[in-house]
């Protein structure tokens, strides 16, 4: 099995900062693209931002300039540095990565795994 553990929400205020981890455990797996979502009270879950294997990043419209995505293969963690956090980015954040494990037939395909959320909530 494989599990993401989120860690590093909190309250902020506004112009405030944050940083947050995701970091996958298990065993015989390989990780490929690792992401950032958040979803507000009443919204839909929304993409923030996309880190690749080889480290190309992605940007949702709202947070570029703000926010950080980068990753360490090492430790199979991800991050997210947020920076000038505004209340409209309050939300709850999950992070998410494309995990294939190795089965006795070899590599099984890339599968979606998520993690269990950690509240963002930035008072003005």
């Known amino acids: 099995q494989v599990q993401l553990v989120e860690s590093g929400g909190g309250l902020v205020q506004a112009g405030g900062s944050l940083r947050l981890s995701c970091a996958a455990s298990?065993?015989?797996?390989?990780?490929?693209?690792m992401r950032w979502y958040r979803q507000a009270p009443g919204k839909q879950r929304e993409l923030v931002a996309n880190?690749?294997?080889?480290?190309?990043?992605n940007y949702a419209d709202s947070v570029k300039g703000r926010f950080t995505i980068s990753r360490d293969n090492a430790k199979s963690t991800v991050y997210l540095q947020m920076n000038s956090l505004k209340p409209e980015d309050t939300a709850v954040y999950y992070c998410?990565?494309?995990?294939?494990?190795?089965?006795?037939?070899?590599?099984?395909?890339?599968?979606?795994?998520w993690g269990q959320g950690t509240q963002v909530t930035v008072s003005s």
């Open positions: 880190i690749t294997r080889g480290g190309n990043t």
């Open positions: 298990g065993t015989l797996f390989s990780i490929n693209a």
């Open positions: 998410n990565a494309e995990i294939r494990r190795i089965l006795s037939t070899g590599w099984g395909p890339y599968d979606d795994y």
